[in-house]
């Protein structure tokens, strides 16, 4: 039986709070963080190919913090239109960018300034004008109705108090066929109130 479970946290301290976690991470990858970064742990524990991700500027992959593996899923087409959301360091969306080509293009969607810089420098590294970082929450993504083919994800959907809204807003995004592919972590019982509303759980 569904169930609502209100949420009655301050969502803007909530905001803030991760804003400053992952500054942090950006920073200093190698800092004492609950969850796993770097290249070793995406190719060892989640299946990236290790040596695709040596050729990628390290600031880009050192500070990678998902939970799986959105490329494992689907090949994405040559010319696509393909968007990141809660983009980080930019790992993926270089990875995405070598897949969709000069003809193609991807934007990454991120809320945290350190992390954007270093996608930005990145991606100059890297030679990719294809793919691009812009500021912006996944609930009020900047980008066109109708006008993405593929939507990509990885450990940041969990982040988002309102859930509906981010799935809304990729409907609202996608064109007719276009697909969403992300990894994230799921909880498979029931949290106290207590538990739903402590912001030092969300952010870790």
């Not at 709070?17 to 989640?46: C, K, M, N, W």
Request: charged residues 25%; hydrophobic residues 40%.
């Amino acid at each position: 039986m569904e169930q609502f479970c209100e949420i009655t946290l301050d969502r803007e301290r909530l905001k803030s709070e991760i804003r400053s976690t992952y500054s942090l991470v950006a920073e200093t990858p190698t800092g004492d963080f609950h969850f796993h970064r770097g290249p070793e742990y995406a190719a060892r524990q989640l299946g990236y190919d290790g040596e695709e991700l040596s050729m990628l500027p390290g600031a880009s992959t050192a500070s990678f913090a998902g939970v799986g593996n959105p490329f494992r899923v689907r090949e994405m087409p040559s010319g696509a239109f393909v968007i990141d959301l809660g983009s980080g360091a930019g790992m993926d969306c270089l990875l995405a960018g070598r897949r969709v080509g000069r003809q193609g293009r991807v934007l990454g969607v991120d809320m945290t300034d350190a992390m954007l810089d270093l996608a930005r420098t990145s991606a100059g590294k890297a030679d990719m004008p294809q793919v691009e970082f812009a500021f912006g929450e996944i609930t009020d993504l900047p980008i066109d109705d109708a006008s993405v083919d593929l939507a990509i994800s990885n450990g940041v959907i969990n982040l988002a108090v309102d859930k509906p809204a981010v799935f809304k807003e990729l409907y609202r995004v996608l064109k007719p066929g276009g697909w969403i592919q992300f990894a994230d972590i799921v909880i498979d019982q029931e949290l106290s109130e207590k538990a739903r509303n402590d912001i030092d759980l969300w952010v870790g």
